[in-house]
């Protein structure tokens, strides 16, 4: 609420300023005057504002309240009817119950003195039961979760009930810091805030506006420093915005086309999980690095078939066109151009042969003569062939002739055909006469058909589109403008645009391996931050590796010592082409995946099996063997389908036996939960499972180790502990979130086991069984704590087995 | 849990729910203050789309943009703003290595087949309109028809 001053200091404390000048100290009660104003107005405001909610609640009450008015005054019209005390029912019902209980234990008739007639009597037994096991509320998980930053216990003070002093504690740690409350941060209230507008609006954030401010409302200094500032700065982002509104609407569906390519797709990098291919991932959070893959899809150079104009605006149409258009406007042309001394091109009127002889010219002729003429004509192309004057045009032939194929069929490369041609000469088109056999496009050129437009300036993002569709698709300007700049360019304008601007030394190719990439201009082109082109000129080698060749990566021999397998979280590496000694996945000794960026044959690769029948699930597979499930991409039998058959699926590449994807494909049993044999709750099967099935995945929070260790300290006080050790950075904590293999309790001699396995880059642990389980048996695994951090109930008995000394649903860390 | 309902086959855990989890995605989406509505949009049909069709692998994302695109087509080409963000997406999913140029391409004709089919619709409505206007004083159903039968 704002704090009241009197006036009367205000002009006190500007009095007392008298060295300042008489300027300032004007401004300064000017200003107060101006928020004393503004006080009175909110206050005014604020009057009218209650009186209203008072209105409004009345009304609304009023109706509430009149129903219940209504009933209660016809009940003690009824009850006046009756000949009772009427509306006494209270103490009248006292005197005379209905009926009366009496305790367990109390002989009936005992205290009845005070009761009448047709007292009904029940004594009442309630059999003594068990109480079921403590719960906790939990929130399932069908994958991890990476633990939200409010989650985290760190930093805030945590309650546990002790259950030895039967109270509740506050749990301190000695080597938490014990962080000094925070002064409460002030909160601006609406009045305040607009105090703060209106004078940010008009002043400075000076040393007196301040005072003055803090005097009128509550928070320190710097806080109203800092509101200041930012209001200010807010007031002058909505001044601009309202200037530029209009500024880049140029569609209708307002995409700015002054942002660079990376701007546009920024959001969408940001928010896109390339490892679950989705947007917003819980699991890896965002904010993600963008790495582009060494080798990427180009299209294949020998099928660009420009068999077919792309769209109306296809500079092929218009050749074609161009072509079928009888002599007599053509003659006239020729006739104007040869005038001119132009040499013209000569489409013979043979449809069969395209044969297309362009000559080196040198031109006297303006451009603008020549579009003169061509206005004047009655019937206009909006491509001509005409030459333009500045453009000396080499032509090769090899290309160019095709007998095969047909009429409209131009198999060119576009360096060598000259489309362009001037503005003037394309502005205007008219309609076709029906001389045109392309009757087909008769009616849309009627409505479509603007020609191309006057304005072919190419805004920054339209340039980095097309630097974009050069890199994809080579110098084709109908696949550019089709899938990089529609609704922006149309194909003919791609088409000036390349040819004015492809003198360069650029070579679209594609090798058939794919491993070379278009060089674009590269000083036409941003260089990101995230630079994804570094590319060496040259072919990339080809590394040779055969199965059993030394290629695989070093930790498989690790694993073939019996060794485990790393149990480092995998970071995708950004090494281009090649993994050299600095790749941070070789110094942590986890395998490149393919998310990483290096090429796929790097060295340090996981290479994937090739069962065949085997189903991977023998140390026959590498990746069974290495801990790893096997991976579609890059296992050579191991494929799956998706889609739900509603709308088709992808083409099979395998039959798709394997069964080393159990946690991938989320093939688990049905657990069932209820009360433990030993402990708390406990899961059960409910189907029968043979020895080494999949059982089902551990899923929890993923957190980090600290923050593992400070949950830890409760949860063992509690002697409950959900915590996994998952590897080296992160735990997994299902105490909040999980699923139901969280209740599988402890036992040294369990029939499960839990597996950590290496999923597509994440580690997952799976409980898998460990002998033959019969359905309706209870789920024990092996917690294996090390030796000195075990709960009583969990050290391992010398000698004797004593599984029933197992405890309530607890566990601490596990390894 | 009765015991008939414990030993039936039905089984609802980890069933998602598919409303629940579509309210649940945008809901998450919502969240973010930098994204504009319809890079929301195109984002959360993506992930609806995923979901339900469990794409899984990088070797299922070239099915995948051309189910999307045939799927989503005739509604994205009513939203060019949308449909704008589904191109940059794909574009993006080419710079991964995930979407190949030939794909690329499939997707966007299949677009432009689409819109295409969008405007023709569009014609056949304005020219039904017209001959109404026309003032031939046929009765609305057995227009549509008599229109059906000349075009």
């Known amino acids: 609420m704002v704090s009241t001053t009197t006036t009367s200091k205000s002009t006190d404390s500007s009095k007392s300023r008298n060295s300042r000048k008489e300027q300032v100290s004007g401004d300064l009660e000017c200003l107060t005057s101006k928020i004393n104003q503004l006080k009175k107005r909110i206050q005014a405001e604020r009057v009218l504002l209650v009186k209203e909610k008072v209105e409004k609640n009345r009304e609304k009450l009023g109706k509430d309240v009149s129903h219940l008015l209504s009933l209660s005054k016809q009940r003690t019209v009824d009850s006046s009817k009756e000949n009772s005390e009427g509306g006494r029912m209270l103490s009248a019902r006292m005197k005379n119950p209905a009926c009366i209980l009496t305790g367990p234990g109390q002989i009936l008739g005992d205290d009845n003195s005070s009761t009448q007639e047709a007292a009904i009597h029940i004594s009442a037994k309630l059999p003594p039961t068990e109480r079921i096991p403590p719960y906790t509320t939990w929130i399932f998980l069908d994958r991890n979760q990476r633990m939200a930053d409010d989650q985290s216990v760190v930093g805030r003070r945590r309650i546990y009930y002790d259950q030895n002093g039967s109270e509740a504690l506050i749990c301190s740690d000695s080597e938490e810091e014990i962080t000094e409350p925070d002064e409460e941060k002030h909160e601006f209230s609406e009045t305040e805030n607009r105090i703060i507008r209106m004078v940010s609006q008009d002043y400075e954030p000076s040393e007196e506006v301040i005072k003055i401010l803090t005097q009128y409302i509550g928070g320190s200094t710097s806080e109203i420093h800092e509101a200041f500032i930012t209001m200010k700065t807010e007031n002058e982002a909505n001044e601009l915005k309202d200037g530029s509104v209009s500024a880049d609407n140029e569609h209708d569906w307002s995409i700015s086309l002054d942002k660079s390519l990376s701007a546009s797709l920024d959001s969408l990098d940001n928010l896109f999980c390339r490892r679950c291919l989705v947007f917003d991932c819980r699991l890896h959070g965002y904010s993600q690095t963008v790495i582009s893959p060494t080798e990427r899809q180009y299209y294949p150079l020998e099928s660009q078939e420009n068999v077919k104009p792309c769209s109306d605006h296809c500079y092929l149409q218009n050749r074609a066109v161009n072509k079928h258009s009888n002599h007599l406007d053509h003659v006239s042309e020729t006739t104007t151009r040869t005038s001119d001394g132009v040499h013209k091109i000569q489409i013979s009127g043979d449809p069969g042969k395209r044969k297309i002889s362009q000559q080196t010219t040198t031109t006297s002729e303006e451009p603008k003569h020549v579009s003169d003429d061509q206005q004047e004509s009655s019937l206009k192309k909006q491509k001509r062939l005409t030459i333009p004057d500045t453009v000396s045009v080499t032509i090769e032939d090899t290309q160019v002739s095709n007998d095969n194929v047909n009429n409209r069929a131009i198999n060119v490369d576009q360096d060598e055909l000259l489309m362009a041609s001037n503005d003037e000469a394309t502005s205007s088109a008219v309609p076709f006469s029906s001389s045109l056999s392309v009757s087909e496009n008769v009616t849309k050129y009627r409505t479509k058909v603007k020609g191309p437009p006057e304005n072919t300036e190419w805004k920054p993002l339209e340039k980095e589109l097309y630097m974009k569709g050069l890199e994809i698709f080579g110098r084709n300007s109908c696949f550019i403008a089709r899938n990089l700049l529609s609704g922006l360019k149309t194909c003919i304008e791609v088409a000036n645009y390349m040819y004015n601007n492809g003198g360069t030394s650029f070579t679209a190719c594609s090798t058939s391996d794919g491993n070379e990439s278009a060089d674009g201009d590269p000083k036409e082109r941003e260089t990101h931050a995230r630079s994804r082109l570094l590319r060496k000129k040259g072919r990339a080698k080809k590394l040779k590796y055969s199965w059993k060749s030394a290629g695989h990566p070093s930790m498989w021999r690790r694993i073939a010592d019996g060794k485990n397998q790393s149990c480092k979280q995998y970071i995708p590496c950004e090494c281009k082409p090649m993994c050299g000694k600095e790749c941070p996945c070789l110094d942590n000794a986890t395998c490149c995946e393919k998310y990483c960026g290096c090429s796929k044959s790097c060295k340090n690769r996981f290479r994937g099996c090739h069962c065949a029948k085997s189903q991977c699930r023998s140390r026959q597979c590498p990746c069974f063997a290495a801990g790893r499930e096997c991976d579609p991409d890059v296992c050579r039998n191991c494929w799956v389908s998706c889609g739900d058959a509603s709308i088709g699926e992808p083409p099979r590449r395998g039959e798709g036996q394997c069964g080393n994807m159990r946690l991938l494909l989320r093939q688990q049993q049905r657990i069932l939960l209820a009360k433990s044999d030993v402990a708390g709750w406990g899961a059960f099967l409910k189907n029968p499972v043979n020895k080494n099935d999949y059982l089902g995945e551990y899923t929890g929070e993923l957190i980090s180790h600290r923050e593992a260790d400070k949950r830890g300290k409760i949860y063992d006080r509690a002697n409950s502990s959900f915590l996994f050790d998952l590897n080296d950075q992160f735990v997994l904590d299902a105490y909040r979130k999980g699923d139901k293999l969280k209740f599988a309790n402890h036992s040294s001699n369990p029939n499960c086991y839990a597996k950590v396995m290496m999923v597509a880059g994440d580690h997952r642990v799976g409980i898998f069984a460990k002998e033959r389980i019969e359905a309706g048996e209870e789920l024990f695994y092996d917690y294996r704590y090390g030796p000195d951090q075990a709960p009583v109930w969990a050290r391992k008995p010398d000698g004797s087995d004593r599984d029933d000394f197992l405890v309530p649903q607890g566990r601490a860390k596990k390894h | ?151």
Do not use: T, Y
């Not at chain 2, 309902?5 to 729910?17: F, G, I, K, N, T």
């Not at chain 2, 319809?38 to 070797?59: C, I, P, T, Y």
């Not at chain 2, 031939?136 to 008599?146: D, F």
């Open chain 2, 1 to 151: 849990m009765a015991m008939e309902q414990v030993l039936a086959e039905r089984d609802s855990e980890d069933e998602v729910d598919d409303d629940v989890a579509d309210l649940e995605d945008r809901r998450m989406l919502d969240d973010f203050v930098d994204v504009s509505k319809d890079e929301k949009q195109m984002m959360h049909l993506w992930n609806s789309f995923v979901r339900k069709q469990r794409v899984l692998a990088d070797g299922h994302i070239p099915w995948a943009c051309e189910a999307f695109s045939r799927l989503h087509g005739p509604d994205l080409v009513q939203a060019p703003s949308v449909l704008w963000c589904w191109k940059l997406f794909m574009i993006k999913l080419w710079n991964h290595g995930l979407l190949d140029a030939r794909m690329l391409n499939s997707c966007n004709v299949i677009l432009e087949e689409c819109r295409s089919q969008r405007q023709n619709q569009e014609i056949d409505h304005m020219n039904i309109d017209r001959i109404k206007l026309g003032g031939v004083g046929l009765e609305g159903a057995r227009m549509g028809e008599l229109v059906r039968f000349l075009i």
